[in-house]
């Protein structure tokens, strides 16, 4: 069991690329992918990226392939997502997610995780 807390976010100009963290605290980090959601009102959240417990392994939405990064680090228990080149449609509550490493729902799904951050509002101006 995991807290999460998200930060970074805020209002970026169009092209901008801030980094998202998801400070961790609780017991065995390293033992859960890392997943990064968003969500606008009236849509359901949108999977964007995930990193596997090692950092060995990424995955990425078609909608973000290319722009976003997503990385760990686990001896500082944070995981990280660096957004480049965002466009007003980028504009989202970005929340981080934990899912434990036994876990064989699909990693795509937000019912394949078990803990979430409360959220941070990126809003990207044109």
């Known amino acids: 069991q995991v807290q999460l807390v998200e930060s970074g976010g805020g209002l970026v100009q169009a092209g901008g690329s801030p980094t998202l963290s998801c400070a961790s605290s609780?017991?065995?980090?390293?033992?859960?992918?890392m997943g990064w959601f968003r969500q606008v009102p009236g849509k359901e959240r949108e999977f964007i990226a995930r990193?596997?417990?090692?950092?060995?392994?990424?995955l990425y939405a078609d909608s973000v392939k290319g722009r976003f990064t997503i990385s760990r680090d686990n001896a500082r228990s944070t995981a990280y997502l660096q957004m480049n080149g965002l466009k007003p449609e980028d504009t989202a509550v970005y929340y981080c997610?934990?899912?434990?490493?036994?876990?064989?729902?699909?990693?795509?799904?937000?019912?394949?995780?078990?803990?979430w951050g409360q959220g941070t509002q990126v809003t990207v101006s044109s």
């Open positions: 990193i596997s417990w090692s950092g060995d392994s990424t």
């Open positions: 609780g017991r065995s980090f390293s033992a859960y992918v």
């Open positions: 997610a934990a899912r434990h490493f036994t876990t064989r729902a699909p990693d795509t799904a937000t019912v394949g995780y078990q803990e």
